[in-house]
Each structure stands twice: as C-alpha cells, then as structure tokens.
C-alpha cells in the first residue's frame, strides 16, 4: 500500500511527469483552440461545396457536394435568380486598386519619412504630431466632402470622377500621409547615419544617397507596410461603396457585401464560395511572409 | 531656422549644390503644373465649384512655395503626400466642422437664395376681394379649363400652367356663346353642367393661370378668385410677413418662425452655432438613446480589447516554450482569424449566428433544446458582437503577446523562482508589468480603433435591433459612429441630419483625440521625436 503511494508521490514530484502532463493538457488546449479558430473556415468550405443554397440545409460534410456555387460565381449559371455577379471583375479590380494604391503609397510614405528623419526644419514636430492627430479623426462623415470632392473632380476631369478607379485611388492616396510614416521613421532611425555621410562624401545628392544606399536597406520594413496597406485597401468597403456605382467597377468587398444585403440566407452557398476565393490572396501574402509580418508587429510593439 | 540644414554640418561635408539642368527641368515643371492648374481652376469656378477652387489654390500655392524656395526643401520630399492629405483627409475634416455648426440636413438643404424664391411662390386664396363667375370644361384627358367672367362684364379663358388670356365667344376654338354669354363649347373640352362642377372634388384644387404670375383659383360654386402672393420677404428685418393674416415670421436658425412656433418650409442652411452640441446634451428625444449609446460605446472597445489581450496572451504564455511540440503548426492555424479580411469573417459569422438557421444554433438548440435570439435580442447581439469580436481580434494579441515575452529577460523569472516565488506570483509581478509596458500602446491603439469600430457594427447587425421609442434610427448595438453614420446617411424617414451627425463626429473626435494624446505622454513618443537625432 505504502508502496504505491510511495511511487504514486514520487511519480506526481516527478519534473518528468509533471512535464509531460502539463504539455499533453497544453496540447489538448490548443487543439480546442484550433477548433475555435478554424471552425467557420471548415464551415464555409463546407457550404462552399453544398450545392443546397439555403443556410438552413448545410451539414459539415456536404451530402452532395457540387461546384455549382463557383459556377454560379462566375456567372455559369444563367438559370441563378442572384445573378448580379461579376465575380472574376470584382477580383480583378481589387488587385488592380489595392496594388496601384499601395506603390504609389509607398513612394509617398518613404520619401516624407526620409525628410522626416533625415533632416530638421522647421515644424517637423509638429507635423509628426499633427498627422497622428489628423488620423485619429472619425472620417466617416468626410464621406459627404469627399464624394462631392470626386464628384466635382469628375466634371472637369472625367477618368478621376465618381465610378472610377483612378478617382478611388487618388482618395485612398489621402492615407499615404499616415501612421506610416511613422513606422517608416522610425526604421530609417535606427540606420547609422553614417551610411549617409560616406555618400555625401562622395558628392551624392539627397536623392541619391535615398535611392541608391538607403532604398535596399529599407526592404524589410517595406514588404511589412506595404503588405499592411495593401491588406487595408484589399478590405475596404465604405469609401469604394460610396465612390463606385457600376457592378463591373465594384471591388470585391463591395460586390460580396451588397451581394449579401437582401434573403442572405439563400445566397449561403454562393456567398461562402466567394469569401473563400476573396479571402486566399490575402491568407497566402500571410503565410508566405509570416515572419516578417510578425517581426514588424512585435517590433512596433516592443519600439512602443 | 533658415536653410535645411543637416544633423551634423559642421564637422561633415554638405551635399553638393542643385546642378543647373536639374534646377531648369525644376522651373520648367513648375510652369506646366501651374498651367493646368489655372485651366483646372477656370474650369471649376466656371462650374461654381467654389470650394474646390480655394482647396485647389491652396494647394498650387504651397506646390509653388515648396518648389521655388530654398528653405523649403525637406518639403519637397512630401509634397505629394501633403497635397492628397489636405484634398482628402483635412478639408473634409474642416468641412465636417463647419457642418457641425449649422442645421444642414433634410428641410434645410437648400441655400437661403435657393428657399426664398419657393417662399414667396406660396399662395393663398384671399377670402374677399376681386372675384370672378365661372364655368367649368373638362376634356377627354381629364384636363380642366375656366371660363371666367369678371364684374365688369369681361371674359377669360384660364388653364393650369397656361397664362389668362382675354377671350370672346366666337374666337378660334371658342363656340359661340349660349343667352348667359358662356361659350356652349371650348374646343377639346366638354362642358361640365353648373351641378357637377359644383360637386367636382378636383376642381377647388386646380390653380389656374401660370405659376409665379396671375393664378386663379375656385372659392365658390359661384365665385373664383385671383390667387395672391403669401409670403412677403423683408431684406431689411430678415422677416417674412403673412399677407393673408399679417403674422410675422422671424429667421430663427434657417427657419422663418412666428412668436408662436408657426415655420415656413422650406428652410434653409444657416449657422446655428453651438445648437447641435447644446442638442446632443439637453434635447430630451435624443438623450433616450444616446445614454444607451455611449454607455455600449464604452462597454464594445473596453470589452474586447480585454477579452482579446487576455485570450490572446494566455495562449502567448501557454506556448512559450521554445522546445513545445507542434509550436510552429499550433501558431499558423490560430493566427487563421487574422489572415481573413475582416468584412468575410464578419458576413460569414453573421450566417453562422443566424437565428433561425446558423449552425450555432441548430448545435445549441440539440444541446440545451433552446437558443438565443442573436439578432433580435439587444442583450444577446451584444454577446454574439464581442464573441465575434473576440475571434477578429486574439490572434493580433497572440503575435504581440509572444514577441513581447521572448524580450523579457529570463534571469528575472531565476531570480524570482530562487525567492520562492510562485507561478502567479512570477506572472502577477514580471510578466504582466514588463508585458504592458511593451503592449500598453497598442492597447490603447486598439481601445481608440473598436472605440469606432463603424465596420463590424454595420456589417454584422447595422446596429439593431432598434431601441424603442427612440425618435431617431437608434438601435442598442449602434456605437456613436454607425449612428452618426444613419443620422446622416440612413434616415429611415426621419430625415437626414448632417449638422448633428458632424457635431456627434467632433465630440467622438474630441474623446478619441484625448485618448490618443494620452498615450503619447504615456509612451513618451513626443520625447522620441525630439531626442532621436
């Protein structure tokens, strides 16, 4: 008897014991964690592939598990009573805004961080204040300024008025001068300006020594804000809702989200079909450059 | 401060000065852009777009200053960015100040020039006064016409939207008249015997005569009577006098208003000054809701920055073994609600939550035999929005939490465990403390961004289910942002009222912009700027 409680008390001292148990209970948390996590995605494909359309009739393993919700995505389907989709457009228009807004972006954002911490004039501080100020603002009644903004652009010039990219983008520009640059700042602080001054030795100018010594050594935090900027833009709905007003012009978000506005319950299959698709460049740009994405969150956390 | 100078000029060689070509090509693109600019400026004062032209010259004459002047070189570096900052970020901002002072919205769109002329189009029927005999025709179409005969024995022909003219029995398409001197026919027109144009409901509405000129209109199965003007502008006192009464109406907020509270629509824009703030507090109809609305706004931001740090920073902790199995995998699937835009994981959690249909139900309802009514019960949405909430936001938590621990040095936890410190004890005084110094920004961050969270609201739930008895388009789920955003843009009837959404949007600014200056003395960021060389 005393046995047994003998090996019982040295078993529960054990560091061994104690190291697997408290691994193995981890170990049981986490998979109900994942569960949680990963558990509307598993739904979503599922629906996805359900060729019932109502949300009412969907099981986990689909009982006869169809294509015909990409079909009808990809308007295959002339017999679809939604059939307002231009799935393949929506897509494209996304990639094609998001990618010209976030190198344009870029551009803007690394050459005032340049200024901003290579050189000291007057206001500087105070502009680095007040772009954080101006940020914080509630800018969704700016919506009514700035439709009749791109409305009247749009009279004078008609490729940068309402329902148009260029006129988006030009809008989605007024962000570059944002958080950003404060990101950026603070990387280009920590290069040595040393780096600088063997250029200037050499008689390089300002843009020079940007362009040809500072520019590669800023890769990593550009990949990160650019990736950010272009995850934001890829995910905007309000300021494209209001700007664009053609189905053919719509990005993604707003083509999916007034796709669901009326009988969401019967557009179950169709919507999943298309979260599904609209969500994988972006879950690929993660998991492709999940490190560097990490790195430049915990950075920004432990820099404040 | 003179000439950009550099951080250390002294002791290091300056960058050489502006080659002549380049300071050519320079001017020369000063000039084209300040062509298209006068052509772009022309055009649009051309269109009345007044406001776009002083944004638009602003901007030209900073490009000028930023492009010509020496000193001002560093800004050439973000001209381009302060150009879009001002178009797109600053004047809607200004403009949305502005608006917060004045009544725009729905019955006071219009300018004062633009609701004057309406005014003084009003008319009225005077009880006394000049009158005419009528007779009434009525064409296949449904089309009335009059004819009139006034005391002094002359006669008329009156059609809606048509001028009076003088007409006889005989003229071309008037018949010839009968032994009371009234035409038997009007060509087109059939006429209508004395008892049915009597009785004729249509009739005593009509306006005859062109609008804005002589209008006549019928007072009595006897009479008609020339319509007069109602309203009488008074540019002097800025008052409008009622002709048919002689009340007087004073322009009172973009109303003309009677000492009694009688108005005049339309109105029409005017500065209101502190109106919509003083309303925002006092007025008894929207203090309903808005007490429950801030309240929530409070509860939403406070609740999930909790939940998610703490999810968030559990699994951080749980996983921080650097020799734990399976960490890599583990990590890659929670960080999955993370790599969703945020408007698919929404749409998708509000089918999942539906009611009557949403695979969390059918599961509760098998568990328990009932579920709850997640979009119609204020209680219950407000749950499903953090639970919502929780899953958007852990796994941003989970990545700061886990790089945060890793900097915090291990011989304190050495130390500590040497002292007899227990595991809480080690948590409760290194890790929670170190870990908020890192993290305390972005929780912030986080509190300020759910604080208007206008996306999730609005997607998931558009802030229903609507408060009862709340005189506006209030709902318990509607933070102040998504009911700035349906007084402003979805008035469901109510009328749209852009000067009290733009005052709303300034004091959430004003609250917001507290918080955020306040972090920035927290963390010390101001000191960064100044100190970092």
């Avoid at chain 1, 996304?94 to 200024?115: D, E, F, N, P, R």
């Avoid at chain 1, 833009?233 to 494209?240: K, N, P, Q, R």
């Avoid at chain 2, 109303?255 to 500065?271: C, E, L, Q, S």
Wanted: net charge neutral; charged share 15%.
């Amino acid at each position: 008897m005393s046995n047994i409680a003998h090996t019982y008390e040295n078993l529960r001292t054990s560091k061994k014991f104690q190291r697997r148990f408290s691994v193995g209970l981890r170990l049981v948390i986490a998979l109900l964690l994942i569960f949680f996590s990963i558990f509307p995605i598993l739904w979503i494909i599922s629906a996805s592939f359900n060729s019932s359309q109502s949300l009412s009739t969907q099981s986990l393993i689909p009982p006869r598990p169809s294509l015909t919700n990409y079909e009808r995505l990809f308007g295959l389907d002339p017999n679809y009573r939604f059939g307002d989709l231009v799935y393949q457009k929506w897509l494209f228009n996304s990639v094609k805004v998001s990618g010209i807004s976030t190198i344009l972006s870029l551009a803007i954002t690394t050459m005032a961080a340049y200024a901003f911490s290579r050189m000291r004039f007057k206001g500087r501080i105070a502009m680095l204040k007040a772009i954080l100020l101006i940020n914080v603002f509630p800018n969704l009644l700016a919506l009514v300024a700035i439709y009749v903004l791109v409305f009247q652009f749009g009279e004078l010039i008609p490729i940068i008025g309402l329902n148009t990219h260029a006129g988006l983008i030009l809008v989605y520009l007024g962000g570059s001068m944002g958080l950003n640059i404060w990101l950026m700042k603070g990387f280009l602080d920590t290069i040595p300006r040393d780096i600088d001054e063997s250029g200037m030795v050499d008689g390089a100018s300002h843009f020079q020594i940007f362009w040809n010594l500072l520019l590669p050594l800023l890769r990593p935090i550009l990949v990160v804000i650019g990736v950010i900027s272009f995850i934001g833009t890829y995910g905007d709905f309000i300021l494209a809702r209001i700007l664009l007003n053609d189905v053919n012009k719509y990005t993604l978000m707003v083509g999916l989200q007034i796709f669901t506005a009326g009988q969401f319950d019967q557009k179950w299959g169709v919507f999943a079909a298309g979260a599904l698709l609209g969500a994988l460049p972006i879950m690929t740009i993660y998991y492709v450059l999940q490190d560097q994405i990490v790195g430049g969150l915990t950075q920004g956390a432990v820099k404040g | 401060m003179s000439q950009a100078t550099f951080v250390r000029p002294k002791t290091k060689p300056k960058i050489m000065e502006e080659p002549p070509m380049s300071k050519l090509i320079r001017i020369i693109l000063i000039i084209l852009f300040d062509a298209a600019v006068v052509w772009f400026i022309q055009n649009a004062l051309a269109s009345g777009f007044d406001q776009l032209v002083a944004v638009l010259g602003i901007i030209a004459v900073m490009f000028n200053l930023i492009y010509l002047l020496p000193q001002a070189y560093p800004f050439r570096w973000m001209a381009f960015g302060l150009g879009f900052l001002i178009l797109f970020t600053v004047y809607p901002i200004a403009f949305t100040i502005y608006v917060a002072f004045t009544n725009y919205g729905d019955g006071h769109l219009l300018t004062k020039e633009q609701a004057l002329p309406l005014i003084e189009k009003q008319t009225f029927l005077p009880e006394t006064g000049k009158s005419y005999s009528w007779t009434a025709f009525k064409a296949e179409s449904g089309d009335y016409a009059l004819w009139l005969i006034n005391p002094e024995g002359e006669t008329f022909l009156a059609k809606p939207g048509e001028e009076i003219i003088p007409a006889k029995p005989g003229d071309p398409g008037v018949g010839d008249a009968d032994n009371k001197g009234i035409p038997a026919t009007i060509e087109g027109y059939q006429r209508l015997n004395p008892l049915l144009a009597a009785t004729d409901k249509n009739l005593v509405n009509i306006k005859f005569g062109l609008e804005g000129g002589q209008t006549i209109q019928v007072r009595s199965p006897s009479e008609a009577a020339e319509l007069q003007i109602l309203f009488k502008y008074d540019e002097a006192t800025d008052t409008v006098v009622d002709q048919s009464n002689g009340d007087v109406y004073e322009n009172k907020f973009g109303t003309f208003t009677t000492k009694d509270g009688k108005t005049i629509k339309p109105g029409f824009r005017a500065v209101v000054g502190i109106k919509n703030f003083q309303d925002f507090v006092v007025s008894p109809a929207l203090r309903g809701p808005l007490a429950q609305i801030i309240t929530w706004n409070f509860i939403f931001p406070t609740g999930t920055v909790l939940f998610t740090f703490a999810l968030g920073l559990a699994i951080a902790i749980m996983f921080n073994d650097s020799d734990f199995p399976f960490k890599k995998i583990i990590r890659s699937f929670l960080i999955i609600p993370y790599t969703v835009p945020a408007l698919i994981s929404i749409i998708m959690w509000r089918g999942m939550l539906n009611s009557e249909f949403g695979v969390i139900n059918y599961f509760l309802r098998d568990l328990f035999g009932t579920a709850p009514r997640w979009t119609t019960d204020a209680f219950w949405a407000k749950v499903a929005l953090l639970i919502v909430q929780l899953w958007l936001g852990y796994p941003y938590f989970f990545l700061i939490c886990s790089g945060a621990l890793q900097s915090i040095p291990s011989e304190l936890y050495e130390a500590a465990t040497i002292d007899g410190a227990t595991s809480w004890q080690r948590f409760r005084h290194i890790t929670l403390p170190l870990l908020l110094v890192a993290v305390g920004p972005l929780l912030i961050a986080s509190y300020v961004h759910n604080f208007n969270n206008f996306g999730v609201i609005y997607l998931f739930i558009q802030g229903g289910p609507p408060i009862a008895g709340a005189t506006t388009n209030a709902g318990h789920t509607d933070l102040l942002i998504s009911y700035v955003y349906k007084l402003a843009f979805e008035s469901g009837g109510r009328g749209v009222q852009y000067g009290l959404a733009s005052a709303i949007s300034i004091i959430v600014f004003l609250i917001v912009g507290a918080i955020t200056l306040f972090q920035y003395r927290f963390t010390n960021m101001w000191e960064e700027v100044s100190e970092n060389v």
